[in-house]
């Protein structure tokens, strides 16, 4: 093998495992996601991220890749590589995705995928416990490819704000900030859940059902994150070998600063260091970081993560106060923190990293005036505009034709049984042998023979 050749198969394997640390941040979701709801959703909730990561797998294939990084398109989408065959997935710096210059094409694919599947994940989690299965399918479909077209602008050398020179590194507008618009727009069209506002208006607390896995899903996105960030350099050189340990150690420490930042406003301002508190603070700082993680120093690195920990405290309390019902912080987690992860490079930019990454340049804090800032708002400006629009337009047609919200007496009844015909925690609903609540009971052996939910409802109280 020539130099080449193992330089080559040394980032081919980097960036695969790197896009399997990225996919197993789906099972950190499902635990997030299922520890911050009710346990009469959790199997709704997990076989949700399984979907997602199936439907994401398939279109992204099919018209996304080539939507997102096809050679000969514009500066609007790909014009290439839309079911690529055997041969073009195999090649290395050329057509239809010679933008992948040292890695297969393969391999780029894999890693952009699961960071598609990432963004949906984080669209469901604000419409989360209300909204009909069906919807995943139809609009996930729908948001790969939006996802798609915002990736090329940003990512693909053909894309407008790529040549403005935006900086985002690993995805804080492109994955994050999109979910979360197109999250807040099913939020606004699905109307909060039955019971979590009242008469007066005023938000009423619906606890997550188990604090553990959500902690437990924060440790693994956390853990996942690494491949998030540090393999987004999608080879073991890119600027200069080694360079991603650099992006590992920003990552870290701004994490870190998110946790701080978030337990010491909410001591402050709720007068309780609330966990879902602090471990939504974590995710904010690695959301916020990851447009920057390449790009500054570590000192702005924990300045980013711990600034994210008080967005992340004070937009989840705003989003309550004007009537949004978002069961697991995405709006203010994933939509704040990665405004201000994006913007902060234009204060915080080190000249020299941006030269290194031919991205951008210096931000105002290093002498590089108010250019670089510009261009972090201009793409802002846009993504927001067109993703939160058209996700809303979509979410608005399905709901005025066919619906996007369970009936009323399914949300009571959950998810689980309703959408799947079965139970995440099936003995305290239904009697099984040696179950909750039960000495000798009779054997159920199918969700058919469950009692129905008007009778569930009146043997047990709400979960």
């Known amino acids: 093998m020539t130099t080449k050749d193992l330089a080559i198969a040394t980032s081919t394997i980097w960036v695969v495992l790197a896009a399997v640390l990225v996919m197993f941040m789906q099972a950190g979701f499902a635990f997030l996601e299922a520890g911050l709801t009710r346990m009469k959703n959790?199997?709704?909730?997990?076989?949700?991220?399984?979907?997602?990561?199936?439907?994401?797998s398939v279109v992204y294939y099919l018209v996304g890749f080539g939507i997102a990084f096809g050679d000969g398109g514009n500066g609007l989408w790909g014009g290439s590589g839309f079911l690529p065959s055997t041969d073009e997935?195999?090649?290395?710096?050329?057509?239809?995705?010679?933008?992948?210059?040292?890695?297969?094409?393969?391999?780029?694919?894999?890693?952009?995928?699961?960071?598609?599947?990432?963004?949906?994940?984080?669209?469901?989690?604000?419409?989360?416990?209300?909204?009909?299965?069906?919807?995943?399918?139809?609009?996930?479909?729908?948001?790969?490819?939006?996802?798609s077209l915002v990736s090329h602008w940003i990512w693909s050398p053909d894309g407008w704000l790529f040549a403005k020179g935006m900086q985002d590194f690993a995805g804080s507008t492109v994955v994050h900030y999109q979910g979360a618009l197109a999250g807040l727009a099913g939020a606004i069209l699905l109307g909060p859940r039955i019971g979590k506002f009242g008469a007066d208006k005023k938000p009423n607390a619906i606890p997550g059902h188990n604090m553990a896995f959500t902690t437990l899903g924060v440790i693994i996105l956390w853990f996942g994150w690494f491949g998030f960030n540090a393999g987004s350099t999608l080879s073991v050189d890119f600027g200069g070998v080694g360079f991603s340990a650099y992006v590992a150690l920003n990552t870290n420490l701004a994490a870190a600063s998110g946790v701080l930042g978030a337990i010491v406003t909410s001591w402050l301002v709720i007068k309780k260091p609330d966990l879902s508190m602090m471990l939504n603070g974590a995710i904010a700082a690695l959301v916020a970081i990851t447009a920057a993680c390449a790009?500054?120093?570590?000192?702005?690195?924990?300045?980013?993560?711990?600034?994210?920990?008080?967005?992340?405290?004070?937009?989840i309390l705003a989003v309550e106060k004007i009537g949004l019902d978002d069961p697991v912080g995405a709006i203010a987690?994933?939509?704040?923190?990665?405004?201000?992860?994006?913007?902060?490079?234009?204060?915080?930019?080190?000249?020299?990293?941006?030269?290194?990454?031919?991205?951008?340049?210096?931000?105002?804090?290093?002498?590089?005036g108010l250019h670089q800032l510009g261009v972090q708002a201009l793409g802002l400006a846009a993504v927001g505009a067109f993703t939160f629009s058209a996700s809303f337009l979509v979410l608005y047609l399905f709901k005025k034709t066919v619906g996007i919200r369970t009936e009323p007496e399914d949300e009571n009844?959950?998810?689980?049984?309703?959408?799947?015909?079965?139970?995440?925690?099936?003995?305290?609903?239904?009697?099984?042998?040696?179950?909750?609540?039960?000495?000798?009971?009779?054997?159920?052996?199918?969700?058919?023979?469950?009692?129905?939910?008007?009778?569930?409802?009146r043997a047990r109280p709400e979960s």
């Open 413 to 457: 009844a959950g998810l689980d049984i309703s959408e799947h015909g079965m139970w995440g925690y099936p003995e305290f609903y239904i009697p099984v042998p040696g179950g909750y609540g039960t000495d000798e009971p009779e054997p159920v052996h199918s969700p058919q023979n469950a009692p129905g939910p008007a009778a569930l409802l």
């Open 42 to 56: 959790v199997g709704h909730i997990a076989a949700k991220n399984v979907l997602i990561l199936a439907l994401a």
């Open 89 to 147: 997935l195999l090649t290395v710096g050329q057509a239809p995705f010679s933008w992948f210059g040292a890695i297969p094409a393969a391999a780029g694919y894999l890693f952009q995928v699961v960071f598609a599947a990432v963004s949906l994940a984080i669209v469901w989690g604000a419409m989360a416990e209300r909204t009909r299965l069906w919807v995943y399918f139809a609009f996930g479909t729908v948001f790969t490819l939006i996802y």
């Open 333 to 368: 987690a994933h939509g704040m923190s990665g405004v201000w992860g994006t913007l902060s490079l234009g204060f915080l930019t080190v000249p020299s990293l941006a030269d290194r990454l031919a991205t951008g340049k210096g931000g105002l804090f290093y002498g590089g």
């Open 295 to 315: 790009f500054v120093a570590p000192w702005a690195a924990i300045v980013i993560g711990f600034v994210a920990g008080v967005i992340v405290v004070f937009g």
